[in-house]
């Protein structure tokens, strides 16, 4: 079956500590994105790639790093400068060549820092 | 700037019609998308909307008006099983989509 694979599904740091969030698609599209969600509110785009081996910064890039090495892989690394690193973290992916509006979402990973 | 604005909730009854509204102030747009995410879940894909009018899809209808920066999801027949967030999302011409706060929609028996 295809889809979207976020790993792992909850992750406990402790602060000064850097994690990496997984995020695996087998839909062969070429766009990915990170977002963030803290509780009761919206998602914010942290990073986002159109296209292998590259990326763009959303709107809080801040703390965080991405890589896209290959097509079905965008990893997210949290970084000790990401001051309030708990929260709910989403990786979706879409064809970049289809404009639908449609992102295809992983199940998430809730990060929480002790 | 961007901006973009929808009702923080909405309570209705079952059977009802709802409609959850939506202003959105940003550059390069391309259309506008509706998502659903039900209490500790991925957000799920509703409708997009590229052109003014009305698109329909089951018991849901998103409306767009370009002009007006606006848009609407049109909930009909609710059932308990739609209590969730809903959240619109302007696709712009940085190729990714922006999502609001959501609103959050509580269906009563």
């Known amino acids: 079956d295809g889809g979207i694979t976020q790993s792992p599904k909850y992750l406990f740091r402790k602060e000064g500590q850097n994690v990496t969030l997984s995020c695996e698609q087998n839909l062969n599209h070429d766009a990915m994105y990170w977002y963030r969600q803290d509780p009761g509110q919206g998602l914010r785009l942290i990073y986002y790639?159109?296209?292998?081996?590259?990326?763009q910064k959303g709107d809080i890039a801040e703390g965080y790093s991405v890589s896209r090495e290959k097509k079905e892989s965008f990893p997210l690394t949290v970084t000790s400068a990401q001051k309030n690193p708990t929260a709910f973290y989403l990786c979706?992916?879409?064809?970049?060549?289809?404009?639908?509006?449609?992102?295809?979402f992983g199940e998430g990973s809730r990060l929480t820092v002790l | 700037g961007q901006s973009l604005e929808q009702p923080s909730e909405v309570t209705a009854v079952e059977g009802a019609i709802v409609q959850i509204n939506c202003t959105y102030q940003?550059?390069?747009?391309?259309?506008l998308s509706w998502y659903q995410q039900h209490d500790g879940g991925a957000p799920t894909f509703l409708s997009y909307?590229?052109?003014?009018g009305l698109e329909e899809t089951g018991r849901f209808s998103s409306f767009l008006s370009r002009s007006d920066s606006y848009g609407y999801l049109l909930l009909q027949e609710l059932q308990m099983k739609d209590s969730a967030s809903y959240f619109c999302a302007p696709y712009t011409g940085r190729r990714a989509l922006t999502f609001g706060s959501g609103t959050r929609l509580q269906v009563q028996p």
């Open positions: 940003t550059s390069g747009f391309y259309g």
């Open positions: 790639s159109q296209i292998v081996n590259d990326f």
């Open positions: 909307n590229a052109l003014d």
């Open positions: 979706a992916s879409s064809s970049a060549t289809e404009n639908t509006g449609e992102l295809f």
